[in-house]
């Protein structure tokens, strides 16, 4: 397996444009996981992916954050419209039902400008 | 704040030498894990130790648990120049059913 795969690794952006975010988790995985990490915050939980379905949401910053997961391979997180603040890492990670370590992407860095 | 803290936040060792990081935190986990991030990568599980287990190794990694403390330990042992990383540990605590928090990592250099 190529691990969780996520593109794409860098984007730049101008402010109030749209940003897109995408994620492959490894297969048979069923839960998927996406996190945002900065140097004042650390590492925070966005949204959690159960079977497809969005579990919890409380860590979206805003109602510009959105994600899907429209199949058990193909995962996406959504900014619109973007703004200076968003620059972070965006990690997506997956790990199998019951428990167990996560297996992290390489990452998005999105730098708004 | 219920996920894990380590202490200290940075650590500068030679090659060789052990390496010691401490992570606390506050209510009843069911699993604590360590994880490793090199610059400008993703995040790499290293080790998961479970509420019912004191220690728990690794190859060059040993990890303890204390839960009357609410504390954990992570040592590497004669450490590498590529041990060089930030280390992170991380409970269920906070959020439960297996969605982790995760502490503001240690740095950890080694020098060859």
């Known amino acids: 397996d190529a691990g969780v795969i996520q593109s794409p690794r860098h984007e730049v952006t101008e402010m109030g444009q749209e940003v897109t975010l995408r994620c492959k988790p490894i297969s048979g995985h069923n839960s998927l996981f996406w996190y945002r990490q900065t140097m004042m915050r650390g590492l925070e939980l966005l949204i959690y992916?159960?079977?497809?379905?969005?579990?919890?949401d409380s860590g979206m910053p805003e109602d510009r954050f959105s994600a899907k997961m429209p199949n058990a391979s193909f995962s996406t997180l959504k900014i619109q419209p973007s703004e200076p603040r968003d620059s972070a890492v965006y990690f997506c990670?997956?790990?199998?039902?019951?428990?167990?370590?996560?297996?992290f992407g390489s990452g998005t860095r999105l730098t708004v400008v | 704040s219920q996920q894990g803290e380590e202490d200290p936040q940075a650590l500068s060792i030679q090659e060789g030498e052990n390496a010691t990081m401490n992570c606390s935190y506050k209510t009843s986990i069911n699993n604590l894990q360590w994880y490793r991030q090199n610059s400008g990568r993703g995040l790499v599980h290293l080790i998961l130790i479970r509420s019912n287990e004191r220690e728990k190794h690794s190859g060059r990694l040993r990890v303890t648990l204390d839960t009357s403390k609410k504390s954990s330990s992570l040592l590497i042992t004669a450490s590498r120049a590529a041990d060089t990383a930030s280390y992170f540990c991380a409970t269920d605590a906070r959020y439960g059913n297996n969605r982790l928090a995760f502490g503001k990592g240690n740095q950890v250099v080694v020098i060859p």
């Open positions: 992916f159960n079977n497809n379905v969005p579990i919890d």
């Open positions: 990670a997956s790990s199998p039902s019951g428990g167990g370590g996560y297996t």
